[in-house]
């Protein structure tokens, strides 16, 4: 799928994060029990 079609036909990004190793190591940060949901919104594209 072309991206500007899927940018078109996008609602709203649900995304998954703080539970690569590399960053909780660099930041200092504990590793959760389970993945950070968080929403973007469309206009971050």
Known sequence: MPSTKFINSTRK??????N???ILRLTNT???D???????PISSL
Do not use: L, Q
Request: no cysteine; aromatic share 16%; hydrophobic share 45%.
């Open 13 to 18: 990004i649900i995304g998954a994060g703080v």
């Open 34 to 40: 389970a993945p950070v949901i968080f929403f973007k």
């Open 30 to 32: 504990p590793k959760p």
């Open 20 to 22: 690569y190793k590399e």
